[in-house]
C-alpha cells in the first residue's frame, strides 16, 4: 500500500503567475481533499473531489481550482498568484463512506515573490 | 455549524510528566473527532479518531482521548510525555452538512513543548 504523494516539494513563483500541484492519492481511496495551511496557522479547507468531481469547497476564491482523474489522482491549480498565496499546500485522501479518516501527504511549500 | 476550539496556543511540559491538550467542540449532529500530530517540516500524521463507539480511544504513540458528550470536550492525554512529541496538535471535528459533503474543521493548533 502506497501514502499520498506531492509534488512538488517546493517552489517558487512570483506574483501573477500561475502554479499546478499534484497529489497521488493513496492505493484504493477516492477521495481527495485540498488545504492552505499559513506559517503558525492550522489547515483550512480548499476543496474536496470525490470520483472527478467537487464535493465540497471552502472559502477560497475561483483562481483556485482543482481536478481529480480517473486513478484518483488529483492537481490544485492557483491562478494570479497573490503573496498571500505563500504557504503549505496539503493534499489527503479518503474512502468516502468510510470513517472520515483522511490520510495527509507531506505537502508541498509554495513561495511567492 | 460545526466548530472547534483549542484551549491552549502553547503547553510547555517536562520529560516523563503527563501531557494534556485541551480541545472543545460544537456540533449539531453526532461529531466525529479527531486529532493530528504535525512534527516540524513534516505533514500531518492522524494520532486517533472518535467515530461514536468507545469514548475513550487509544492512538498512537501512547496518546488517548476521551469523549465526554456533557462537556462537548475531546481532550488528548498522555501519561508520560516524550522528546519526540514535542510538535504541533490540532484537533478536528467533521462536518456532517447537507449532502454528506463531509470536510474537516480544524482548531487553530496547540504547540507541545517537551523539556529535558
Known amino acids: 500500500e502506497t501514502g499520498v504523494t506531492q509534488s512538488p516539494t517546493h517552489l517558487i513563483k512570483t506574483r501573477g503567475q500561475q502554479v499546478t500541484l499534484r497529489c497521488s492519492s493513496q492505493?484504493?481511496?477516492?477521495?481527495v481533499s485540498w488545504y492552505q495551511q499559513a506559517l503558525g496557522q492550522g489547515p483550512q479547507f480548499i476543496f474536496q473531489?470525490?470520483?472527478?468531481?467537487?464535493?465540497g469547497r471552502g472559502n477560497f476564491p475561483p483562481r483556485f481550482s482543482g481536478l481529480q482523474f480517473p486513478n484518483y489522482s488529483s492537481e490544485l491549480n492557483v491562478n494570479a498568484l497573490e503573496l498571500d498565496d505563500s504557504a503549505l499546500y496539503l493534499c489527503?485522501?479518503?474512502?468516502?463512506?468510510?470513517?472520515?479518516?483522511?490520510?495527509f501527504g507531506p505537502g508541498t511549500r509554495l513561495t511567492v515573490l | 455549524a460545526q466548530s472547534v476550539t483549542q484551549l491552549d496556543s502553547h503547553v510547555s511540559v517536562s520529560e516523563g510528566t503527563p501531557v494534556l491538550l485541551r480541545c472543545n467542540y460544537s456540533?449539531?449532529?453526532?461529531?466525529?473527532l479527531f486529532w493530528y500530530v504535525q512534527h516540524p517540516n513534516k505533514g500531518l500524521q492522524l494520532l486517533l479518531k472518535?467515530?461514536?463507539?468507545a469514548t475513550l480511544v487509544k492512538g498512537i504513540n501512547g496518546f488517548e482521548a476521551e469523549f465526554k458528550k456533557s462537556e462537548t470536550s475531546f481532550h488528548l492525554t498522555k501519561p508520560s510525555a516524550h522528546m519526540s512529541d514535542a510538535a504541533e496538535y490540532f484537533c478536528?471535528?467533521?462536518?456532517?452538512?447537507?449532502?454528506?459533503?463531509?470536510?474537516?474543521?480544524w482548531g487553530l493548533g496547540t504547540s507541545l513543548a517537551v523539556n529535558p
Open positions: 472518535y467515530t461514536s463507539a
Open positions: 478536528v471535528v467533521s462536518d456532517h452538512n447537507a449532502g454528506n459533503n463531509r470536510k474537516l474543521i
Open positions: 473531489y470525490y470520483r472527478e468531481e467537487e464535493n
Open positions: 456540533s449539531s449532529y453526532s461529531p466525529s
Open positions: 492505493s484504493g481511496h477516492n477521495t
Open positions: 489527503a485522501s479518503s474512502l468516502k463512506g468510510s470513517t472520515d479518516t483522511q490520510y
